[in-house]
């Protein structure tokens, strides 16, 4: 009834799309830039942030590449706050910067390590969601 | 000397042990829905400060590749505790008669509206009219609720927050799907008749509000209507006249007007047909009163087919989602559904004599509270 509902609604979105993405990539760079070797439920931890990924990568992809497209479910997975950060925080380079996206959920479906490049794009969506989830925040307290 | 995350992280966690510590000393205080809640809120707690021990022992903690993923981390669990200390402790620690018989009302209406999570909290503590904490599962209210009737179903507004919450990848993906489309056609429409630039820009603006915050406010509308019936059109009105111009709309919320048409959409579907003309009656007296132009730009913005699409398919969640509507309410004989509506009913009947009619019920709403 209040903007407080609202913005409470936006704040859980916003940081639980923040939360899942981010923990998938410290767990994926963990593997693949530090090398370190992985083992039971580590390993199948890794197994489920890759799947996760890819998964959260695909839907953004189609949020990004939308161009007056017919409506796809993919898009009510990606909190709108945060398809906007994105946008304007690569502004001209969007382009690209799908292109690296999509390179990088190609390696992710065939099961290759992700190089330093691959991880600097998803720190970009790391960023932006984390930015997201902070500013509705303070909405919230009003702070 | 420890990095800055390092210091960070052992002060979230004396932070957090600090706020579990007050949450322990409530144990034995509380009565049972307030325990539970002081349990999970706990729990939560205890598991952020596991998360925080195993980041501070993490080798790769300082690791310049690693350290800014951490950082988000530590964000993320800094909020959570923030926010359990700002809500949850703020209720559990009054847990005022006020906060009781509000919380225990609101359980009865979930069982009474088939919600099927366990009850959110109520804490008669807000300082901005009603609040739906979706995280912390705590609803604030204004700070004299409890004694008043005719503002109830506003609590049923806020707990359909819950549901377009919890229930988002069935309703948001048809809720907005439709709304994507209505406005794909109007811009392509547009386009075919060579509309100016500005036009399809406005278009383009519009279809931004309704997919961004509208459309959960349309629907936490039309699911309390579905729940609470006339009632929630009739506090609606009573609402919307102390907030002035009906054709005025925001980021985060519609225009009342079209609000009202929302709520007459779900009325008609539930066949209060004849609540819903009089409630339209009632809303063109209010305009009367206080005469606010209608924008020329105003239809285009609430497309009356639009607002119609949208409460036919929640009126078709509700259903799927095996809710009971106000009439089921009623033919059950349920305790708060039959309440608010007698007292909306006894207030039309009578605005002086209502106050008599208000304590009677709320004697009986709390001693059906006390009874549970």
Aim: proline share 4%; net charge negative; charged share 25%.
């Amino acid at each position: 009834m209040s903007d407080l509902s609202i913005i409470a609604h936006d704040y859980a979105l916003n940081a639980e799309f923040a939360r899942k993405f981010n923990e998938a990539v410290l767990n994926l760079k963990r593997r693949d830039l530090l090398k370190r070797t992985v083992k039971g439920d580590a390993e199948a931890a890794v197994g489920k942030s890759r799947d996760e990924l890819r998964a959260m990568l695909d839907s953004l992809l189609v949020v990004l590449e939308d161009e007056g497209k017919p409506w796809s479910a993919d898009q009510a997975k990606i909190p709108a706050d945060v398809v906007e950060a994105i946008r304007k925080r690569v502004k001209g380079d969007l382009p690209e910067t799908i292109d690296q996206l999509r390179r990088v959920t190609r390696n992710l479906t065939s099961g290759s390590a992700l190089d330093e490049q691959a991880f600097a794009v998803l720190d970009k969506v790391c960023e932006a969601a984390d930015a997201t989830a902070s500013a509705a925040f303070r909405r919230l307290r009003r702070i | 000397m420890a990095s800055l995350l390092h210091s960070l992280l052992l002060d979230l966690k004396r932070r957090g042990q600090f706020v579990l510590k007050e949450l322990g000393t409530l144990e034995t205080t509380l009565p049972g829905n307030f325990d539970k809640h002081r349990i999970e809120a706990a729990n939560r707690i205890r598991r952020a400060i596991v998360m925080v021990d195993n980041m501070l022992i993490d080798p790769d903690l300082a690791n310049p590749h690693l350290e800014p993923n951490f950082f988000i981390d530590f964000k993320r669990l800094s909020e959570l505790i923030l926010n359990i200390e700002d809500s949850s402790l703020l209720i559990l620690k009054r847990c005022s008669p006020e906060d009781r018989f509000l919380s225990g009302l609101l359980k009865l209406i979930c069982d009474e509206v088939k919600y099927s999570d366990p009850p959110p909290l109520c804490g008669a503590l807000s300082f901005q009219y009603f609040q739906a904490l979706m995280e912390m599962d705590i609803i604030m209210t204004p700070q004299t609720q409890a004694g008043d009737l005719l503002a109830l179903p506003d609590l049923y507004h806020e707990l359909a927050h819950f549901i377009v919450f919890r229930q988002r990848s069935i309703l948001e993906v048809r809720l907005l799907g439709l709304i994507h489309k209505f406005f794909a056609d109007a811009l392509r429409r547009g386009r075919q008749q060579g509309l100016p630039l500005a036009s399809l820009e406005s278009i383009e603006d519009n279809y931004a509000l309704w997919i961004g915050s509208w459309h959960v406010e349309f629907a936490c509308d039309m699911i309390a209507t579905f729940w609470c019936g006339p009632a929630y059109g009739w506090a609606n009105l009573r609402l919307s006249a102390t907030r002035g111009d009906p054709y005025q709309d925001s980021v985060t919320h519609p225009a009342d007007d079209a609000r009202r048409a929302g709520i007459a959409c779900i009325l008609r579907l539930t066949g209060a047909n004849k609540a819903a003309e009089e409630i339209d009656r009632n809303w063109e007296d209010l305009k009367r009163l206080s005469p606010s132009p209608q924008p020329s730009s105003y239809m285009k913005r609430y497309p009356g087919r639009l607002v119609e699409q949208v409460g036919e398919c929640i009126y078709q969640l509700c259903t799927e989602l095996g809710f009971q509507s106000h009439s089921e309410q009623q033919r059950s004989g349920a305790v708060v559904g039959c309440a608010v509506a007698g007292a909306w009913g006894a207030f039309q009947r009578d605005a002086a004599a209502f106050p008599a009619h208000e304590t009677a019920a709320l004697q009986a709403l709390r001693a059906k509270v006390a009874m549970e």
